[in-house]
C-alpha cells in the first residue's frame, strides 16, 4: 500500500517539472517574439515625451493672437480680454473647453461657441448669435431668440419689423441678458407665431402683436389695426377657417375691426 504512493508522488513531481520547463520556454519564445515590439513602444514613447517637453516649453507656441470672428472689428487688447486670455500663454497646454464655457457663460447671447487653436501662436473663437424672432413688452421692450432667451439691447419704443407679444409675466429671477422666459402663455404664443408664418395666412399682411394678458383669449393685432380673436387652442384649425375667410373677405383695415374665430360661426367687426 505504500509504495505505490510513493511512485505516483514522483510521477507528478515528474510531470510538474515538465510543465514548467514548456511553460518557461513558451514565456522565452513570447519575449523575443514580443522585444522588438517593446523597443519600438519605448522609443516612439521617449520621442513623444521629448516633442511634449519641447512643445510646452518652447516660445514657439506661445499665445500671440487671438481672433475672434462673426462679432464685428475687435483689436488684439480686446480679443484677449473677451477670451480671459494673456499673451504669451502656451497654446498647447490651454484649456480650450474652458475659454468655451466662460465665453457661453458670460455671453448668453450667442447660441453656438466654438474655440480651436490653430499652431504655433494663435486661438479663433467662432461665434453664432442668437436670432430675434419677437420682442416682448414689458417696462421696456425685449428681443428674444425661438428659444425664448433674452438678448441684449432693449428700448422704451418697439422695435420695427418684430411682433410683439403684449401681456407676458416677467422671470422670477429678474429681466437680464440670457434669462429664458419659461411662463405658458410667453410659450404658446411663440409657438402661434410659428403656426401663423407655417400656415402662410397672412403672408400679405403683417403681424404687428399677439396679445396674451388674458391666457384664455389670445388675440392677433395685424397690419397694426386688425384684431383675430383666436382663443387659446386649436390654432391650425382655427387658421384654416381665417383662410378661408379671407378668399371672400379682404383684410382691409378702414373697413374691418375685429375677426372672431373663437365659435363655430366666424364673427366679423365692422368699423
Known amino acids: 500500500m505504500v509504495r505505490p504512493l510513493k511512485k505516483a508522488k514522483q510521477r507528478k513531481g515528474k510531470w510538474n517539472s515538465g510543465v514548467s520547463v514548456r511553460l518557461a520556454a ?17 522609443l516612439i514613447g521617449v520621442l513623444f515625451g521629448a516633442v511634449v517637453a519641447y512643445a510646452v516649453n518652447s516660445p514657439t507656441f506661445e499665445l500671440q493672437e487671438v481672433k475672434i470672428l462673426n462679432i464685428g472689428s475687435m483689436n488684439q487688447a480686446q480679443s484677449f480680454e473677451f477670451c480671459e486670455l494673456k499673451p504669451g500663454e502656451n497654446l498647447i497646454t490651454l484649456d480650450l473647453v474652458n475659454v468655451q464655457q466662460m465665453i457661453k457663460r458670460k455671453h448668453p447671447e450667442f447660441k453656438e461657441v466654438r474655440v480651436r487653436r490653430v499652431l504655433p501662436n494663435r486661438v479663433e473663437v467662432v461665434l453664432k448669435r442668437r436670432t430675434p424672432i419677437a420682442q416682448v413688452a414689458f ?21 420695427r419689423n418684430l411682433t410683439v407679444i403684449d401681456g407676458a409675466v416677467g422671470p422670477r429671477q429678474g429681466l437680464f441678458v440670457g434669462v429664458k422666459l419659461t411662463d405658458r402663455a410667453t410659450v404658446k404664443a411663440v409657438k402661434l407665431m410659428d403656426v401663423v408664418k407655417r400656415s402662410g395666412v397672412l403672408r400679405k399682411s403683417t403681424l404687428t402683436k399677439i396679445d396674451i394678458a388674458d391666457p384664455k383669449n389670445f388675440s392677433l393685432y395685424v397690419d397694426n389695426d386688425i384684431e383675430i380673436k383666436i382663443g387659446e387652442s386649436h390654432f391650425i384649425e382655427r387658421l384654416k377657417i381665417l383662410g378661408q375667410t379671407l378668399r371672400t373677405v379682404e383684410l382691409d383695415r378702414n373697413k374691418i375691426r375685429y375677426i372672431d374665430l373663437r365659435f363655430d360661426d366666424v364673427v366679423i367687426g365692422p368699423k
Open 139 to 159: 417696462s421696456r421692450f425685449v428681443q428674444i431668440d425661438k428659444d425664448l432667451v433674452v438678448l441684449p439691447g432693449s428700448a422704451t419704443a418697439a422695435f
Open 26 to 42: 513558451v514565456l522565452r519564445s513570447i519575449l523575443l517574439f514580443a522585444l522588438p515590439y517593446l523597443l519600438v513602444a519605448g
